[in-house]
Every structure is written in structure tokens, then in C-alpha cells.
């Protein structure tokens, strides 16, 4: 009886902390594949090449499709303009961290533009196999020599 017991209190002890371990038990993040980060570095690439072409339509097509119907092609634009020059005008980018989010993926960019580096957060969604650029938010820029 008492092995049995041990038995039923290390079986039980194993199931709860194998569920404490788990990414989603501990909200922890999961980073992207090389794959995935492949994948999604050439997205944010073609859009902020796009940009930097003052390719509008273009850029905008990176996005994913319900910012496109949540957001119309002008006020894209002039978001860009007004926000995000440093897109447009960029003296070299380059990557970050890449994680799985429950909505997509978040993956990290550094821009720069006249010394200074914008350090960008992205979020993309895939929706019917098609990856997309959900939004664009700034964590920080900082004074320093352009890469």
C-alpha cells in the first residue's frame, strides 16, 4: 500500500510539474524557428524596401488583411510620413528577437536614420497562409552611429 501510495504521489507530482514547465502554463515565450524567422524577416524586408522605394501600395500590401480593412491605403500613408519617416528615409535595418505570440508572431527591428536607432516591435498574423504586418510600435530609439 505504501509503495503504491509513492507511486500515485510521484505520478501526480510529475503531471503538475511537467504542466508548470509548459510555455503556455508559464506564459513564456516561444522563439521562432529559423524558418518562421526566415519567413518573416523577408516580409518586414520587402515592406520597408517598399517604403524606402515610396512604394505605396506595396508597403501596404505587407499588411496584414485586417489592417487593410481596418485602415485604408491613405491613412497607411500618411501614418508613414508623419510617424515613421525613419522607414522611408532608413540607413540599414536588422533583426532582433523572433517569438510565437498566441495572436502570430513578434518580431524585433533596429533602424537606422541619421544616427539614430529605432528599435521597432512588430506583430504578424497568419491568416490562410498569408503572413501579415499587424502593427509597427516603437520601444525606443537611441543617439549612436548608423550601421
Given at each position: 500500500?505504501?509503495?503504491?501510495?509513492?507511486?500515485l504521489?510521484?505520478?501526480?507530482a510529475?503531471?503538475v510539474?511537467?504542466s508548470l514547465?509548459?510555455p503556455?502554463?508559464?506564459?513564456?515565450?516561444?522563439v521562432?524557428?529559423a524558418?518562421?524567422?526566415?519567413?518573416i524577416?523577408?516580409?518586414?524586408?520587402?515592406?520597408?524596401?517598399?517604403?524606402?522605394?515610396?512604394?505605396?501600395?506595396?508597403?501596404?500590401?505587407?499588411?496584414?488583411l485586417?489592417?487593410?480593412?481596418?485602415?485604408p491605403?491613405?491613412l497607411?500613408?500618411?501614418?508613414?510620413?508623419?510617424?515613421?519617416v525613419f522607414?522611408?528615409f532608413?540607413?540599414?535595418?536588422?533583426?532582433?528577437?523572433?517569438?510565437?505570440?498566441k495572436?502570430?508572431?513578434?518580431?524585433v527591428?533596429?533602424?537606422?536614420?541619421?544616427g539614430v536607432?529605432?528599435?521597432l516591435?512588430?506583430d504578424?498574423?497568419l491568416?490562410?497562409?498569408?503572413?501579415?504586418v499587424?502593427?509597427a510600435?516603437e520601444v525606443?530609439?537611441?543617439?549612436?552611429?548608423?550601421?
Open positions: 500500500m505504501k509503495k503504491r501510495t509513492r507511486l504521489t510521484l505520478v501526480f510529475l503531471a510539474s511537467s514547465i509548459s503556455s502554463a508559464q506564459g513564456k515565450t516561444i521562432c524557428s524558418k518562421q524567422k526566415s519567413l524577416q523577408r516580409h518586414i524586408t520587402g515592406q520597408i524596401d517598399a517604403l524606402a522605394k515610396s512604394d505605396w501600395e506595396g508597403a501596404y500590401s505587407f499588411a496584414a485586417s489592417f487593410q480593412k481596418a485602415v491605403l491613405d497607411f500613408k500618411e501614418t508613414i510620413k508623419s510617424q515613421y522607414l522611408v532608413n540607413d540599414g535595418f536588422g533583426f532582433g528577437s523572433c517569438k510565437v505570440t495572436s502570430g508572431f513578434n518580431q527591428a533596429t533602424i537606422d536614420y541619421h536607432k529605432h528599435v516591435s512588430y504578424l498574423s491568416a490562410d497562409k498569408r503572413l501579415g499587424v502593427a510600435n525606443k530609439s537611441s543617439p549612436g552611429l548608423a550601421a
